[in-house]
């Protein structure tokens, strides 16, 4: 897997393709250019993926392709080979042109079509909104062979007759359910007037419903599919939950329980609002957690600059909205939270396809209300998948404690580890919710013997051991305070 590939479930992924549709083994098989090979084998590939050995031969051809396939499966590098293969270098016009829904993809498909084109002097300029529009003039002017960018700076930069089109052999959308919806579509046509009637157009994603294909068919003429299976989408190699919160307001505690699974490697949350990321982000950090944040209401310099430190691993955990969920690449991500469920069918897959890139192990949680059941089992089954409720001990293995006696002053709460050094009590009349025990070991007494006066006292089976009261537990939904003790001698 040097190519970050997981080759077993590429062999396995059914396509159903046009007749026309080959297979080419091996890259020297689609007959590129020798510096493209070199730059395809110096970037870490070492044989096609399965959606790559079928469409780039066929897009190097001039076919209009529609290319779909799971997520971390090769789709941006199909593409950006095809057009690295049909442009002329010597020319210094451009002569393919990229659209994608976010600035950061767009900019992220830059260094890809760049990497891949090591070789070849290939002039790429990511244009996109947020950033200076001189320097966008200024490296227009100059030419560039491949433009990749968002729509509407795109369209901006044609109108004002800096970016010149009469060249232009080739044009991708990528992630193109999402470009061909009602907030990008006139945008996408604008653009498309501009193009020469004879220009090629690839469609790409990881989903495309019946209704984005057949909205293909008013600027492609007669395309090559190349379509993965619905059933196969949901990402083998992801484990995917889903936790009861039955309030909303459950949800933030719930959070803190997770962080520390959290901050094992690198997590992103998910909401469905801008605002609803700045909430969570200020009680995370009110809560004295670790969080960075973004949305596209955030200046283009922020939102870089949050990019470079997660992907550096600066930061480990990331709130942000669905502008993270569409074909970003951070490679150390393997837990996604959906903190709200997404609000079509679509963004789930794209979601949670940010953990378990490229085959790695990943991990999705769902955070459900009782009116988020029905939009979960809609995704179960438009995908043909199963998600299962996560298990109280921490993705151990399940165990539902047995509910506790209130009537009795005194009663007993299990603990459950989930790593060697941290305890969690957990109290479950039905829903869980937890409260987090700091600076107790695996080792000591599983059972805590639990006062129901406000002090909650705490008392355990090992003598003269020193531990920090807890900072908070939840109760019958309703959060209590624990008195607040530097030290407890316990025994």
């Known amino acids: 897997m040097a190519d970050g590939i997981d080759r077993r479930a590429d062999d396995r992924m059914e396509f159903n393709t046009s007749k026309e549709v080959t297979v080419a083994p091996t890259f020297e098989d689609m007959h590129l250019k020798e510096s493209l090979l070199r730059g395809i084998y110096a970037y870490g590939y070492e044989s096609p993926s399965a959606v790559q050995s079928r469409a780039i031969v ?15 499966t090769g789709k941006t590098a199909t593409f950006s080979i095809s057009i690295l293969q049909v442009i002329d270098t010597v020319v210094r016009e451009s002569q393919a042109l990229v659209l994608s829904p976010t600035r950061e993809l767009a900019t992220q498909i830059q260094s890809v079509i760049m990497a891949l084109g090591d070789y070849m002097n290939v002039q790429c300029h990511a244009c996109i909104g947020g950033t200076n529009i001189g320097e966008d003039i200024r490296k227009l002017d100059y030419g560039q062979h491949v433009v990749s960018g968002t729509p509407g700076r795109v369209a901006d930069m044609i109108r004002r007759r800096h970016l010149r089109t009469r060249h232009i052999k080739m044009l991708v959308l990528d992630e193109a359910d999402e470009l061909l919806n009602r907030g990008f579509r006139e945008q996408i046509y604008d653009v498309y007037r501009y193009l020469p009637p004879a220009t090629q157009v690839v469609v790409v994603s990881a989903t495309l419903p019946y209704d984005v294909l057949d909205m293909t068919t008013k600027f492609m003429t007669d395309p090559v599919r190349v379509l993965v299976k619905r059933d196969e989408l949901t990402l083998e190699g992801i484990k995917q939950y889903f936790i009861a919160v039955e309030k909303e307001e459950w949800k933030f505690d719930t959070l803190c329980d997770l962080y520390d699974t959290l901050t094992i490697t690198q997590a992103v949350i998910f909401c469905n609002t801008r605002r609803k990321v700045d909430w969570l982000t200020d009680k995370m950090r009110e809560a004295n957690f670790t969080v960075s944040s973004m949305h596209g209401e955030m200046p283009q310099k922020e939102r870089d600059s949050i990019m470079q430190d997660f992907r550096q691993g600066n930061s480990r955990v990331l709130i942000s909205t669905d502008v993270w969920a569409r074909g970003i690449d951070v490679q150390q991500v393997s837990l996604v939270i959906n903190y709200d469920l997404p609000t079509n069918r679509e963004n789930y897959i794209h ?21 988020d059941v029905r939009i979960l089992r809609d995704i179960e089954l438009y995908y043909s998948t199963q998600i299962d409720e996560m298990p109280m001990n921490g993705m151990l293995t399940p165990s539902i404690p047995p509910k506790p006696d209130i009537t009795n002053p005194f009663f007993q709460l299990p603990i459950f580890c989930h790593k060697q050094s941290v305890l969690y009590l957990a109290y479950r009349p039905k829903y869980p919710k937890r409260g987090r025990l700091h600076h107790l070991m695996a080792s000591d007494s599983r059972i805590l013997t639990v006062s129901l006066p406000r002090s909650l006292p705490i008392q355990m089976n090992k003598v003269n051991e020193r531990a920090k009261t807890p900072y908070w537990c939840t109760m019958k939904g309703r959060k209590i305070a624990w008195r607040k003790w530097e030290n407890y001698q316990i025994g």
Do not use: E, L, Y
Request: aromatic fraction near 6%.
């Open 351 to 371: 979601r949670i396809g940010r953990s378990g890139r490229f085959g790695r192990k990943g991990v999705a949680i769902n955070f459900v209300t009782s009116d």
């Open 58 to 72: 066929q897009i190097c051809k001039g076919r209009d392709t529609i290319a779909q396939a799971q997520s971390g």
